[in-house]
């Protein structure tokens, strides 16, 4: 099973800044394979990037993704109020599908 | 608009069989391109994928539950279930119901129901 490593565990920032959250697979994987999703209390994940890189519909462009291999990062590149949330990456490999741990980022 | 949504008991026993229902509407259930999700979410803590089922009714479960579970489709309804069996207070959380997709070889999770909370206690 792939293990996805999340850093940091919390990311304390104010609006304007911005956000660099890593994803360490415990093995390589491919990149179409691995997603970010954003999550906010009391609500379902929402997808923000698959394909490691690519945009779903809707998200707006300061939401990048890049990495390939182990090494995969999402990044804010200015935080507006309604970023702050919990952010997970997720692996669909062929014996299972994983999600890595979380990071909080936090106002 | 492709909507998800979860029903079942919000309270199961010890040792006894938890059982979902996922109803979807918008979109097209019987296509090749979607893998019918179940993941749960713990208080507190993060994601874990339970499993998923095509519309052919190919399973693929989490290594970790697979002894115990079981997702079934119904496409004539457009739902699909889970059962997880002999349940202890370690799978009380919030059980999402979840539409994975194939395309371009790519996956994602593109739609979400909004969970339910199961608590497992005698």
């Known amino acids: 099973e792939v293990v996805l490593t999340q850093s940091p565990g919390t990311l304390s920032l104010s609006p304007g800044e911005g956000a660099t959250l890593s994803c360490r697979a415990s093995?390589?994987?491919?990149?179409?394979?691995l997603a970010w999703y954003q999550q906010k209390p009391g609500q379902a994940p929402r997808l923000l990037i698959y394909a490691a890189s690519s945009r779903a519909a809707g998200i707006p462009d300061r939401f990048s993704g890049s990495g390939s291999g182990t090494d995969f990062t999402l990044t804010i590149s200015t935080l507006e109020p309604e970023d702050f949330a919990v952010y997970y990456c997720?692996?669909?490999?062929?014996?299972?599908?994983?999600f890595g741990q979380g990071t909080k980022v936090e106002i | 608009q492709v909507q998800l949504q979860e029903s079942g008991p919000g309270l199961v026993k010890p040792s006894q069989t938890l059982s979902l229902t996922c109803t979807v509407s918008g979109g097209s259930f019987s296509s090749g391109h979607y893998y019918w999700t179940w993941i749960r979410q713990h208080p507190v803590k993060g994601l874990e994928w339970i499993g998923y089922i095509s519309y052919s009714g190919s399973t693929f479960y989490n290594p970790s539950l697979k002894s115990r579970v079981t997702i079934s489709v119904d496409t004539s309804t457009n739902q699909f279930s889970l059962k997880l069996s002999s349940v202890t207070a370690a799978d009380s959380a919030m059980y999402y119901c979840?539409?994975?997709?194939?395309?371009?070889?790519?996956?994602?999770?593109?739609?979400w129901g909004q969970g339910t909370l199961v608590t497992v206690s005698s």
């Open positions: 997720q692996q669909f490999g062929y014996s299972s599908w994983t």
């Open positions: 093995q390589s994987i491919y990149s179409s394979n």
């Open positions: 979840a539409r994975g997709a194939y395309d371009s070889a790519t996956y994602y999770i593109d739609y």
